[in-house]
Structures are given as structure tokens and as C-alpha cells.
């Protein structure tokens, strides 16, 4: 098996920092990524974490579902997912020279 190495921003587009309080979100949960094999494991309500990766589909569903509790639900219309962002997210990455921080 080959051990994979996961990169991303640690400070938000506001500038504050969401890494340290998402780290910390997951180690309260009992979630370990070498044990967990994943970053972000499939969340069931009756279930709680479940042994898998989230889907690309679930996790479609539950940005959809934070963006109504935040107050900005998206429109019918407006084409919301995880895909995209990754994409541009990394693009950004690699334009930019973005330094390297590994978790």
C-alpha cells in the first residue's frame, strides 16, 4: 500500500485559521486519518462516522445543507459542488506558489 500525503491551506479566505479547530473537530470525534484511511469518512445520522470515505455525492448534500444554516441557502439553479473547488483550489496552488504545509 502506498501512504499518501494530503496538502491544503491552513488559513481560510478571510485569513483566520480553520485548521487547528478542524484537527482539533476530528480528534474529539475519534477520527484518525491513518486509521481512518481517509481525511473525511461518511457521516451517518444513526450511524455516526462510518468506515468509509464521503462520497462526492454526500458531501454535495451536506455543503448544500451548511450553506442554508449559514443563511445562504444556493438557489435551485446555481450548480454547487466539490469537484470545483478542489480543482480550483489546487490551480490556485500551483499559479501562485503557495507554500508547502502537510498534515
Known amino acids: 500500500m502506498t501512504n499518501k500525503v494530503a496538502a491544503g491551506h491552513a488559513d481560510g479566505l478571510d485569513g ?41 455525492d454526500e ?18 439553479k446555481q450548480l454547487i459542488g466539490s469537484h470545483s473547488s478542489k480543482v480550483t483550489l489546487l490551480s490556485w496552488s500551483g499559479k501562485f506558489r503557495v507554500g508547502n504545509v502537510f498534515f
Not at 22 to 28: S, T
Not at 60 to 71: D, E, H, P, S, Y
Open 16 to 56: 483566520s485559521e480553520w485548521a487547528t479547530s478542524w484537527l482539533e473537530a476530528r480528534k474529539a470525534q475519534g477520527l484518525d486519518a491513518s486509521v481512518n484511511k481517509c481525511m473525511l469518512p461518511a457521516f451517518s445520522p444513526s450511524e455516526g462516522w462510518m468506515k468509509r470515505r464521503m462520497r462526492a
Open 59 to 76: 458531501f454535495n448534500r451536506a455543503l448544500k445543507r451548511l450553506l442554508t444554516m449559514l443563511g445562504v441557502p444556493p438557489s435551485e
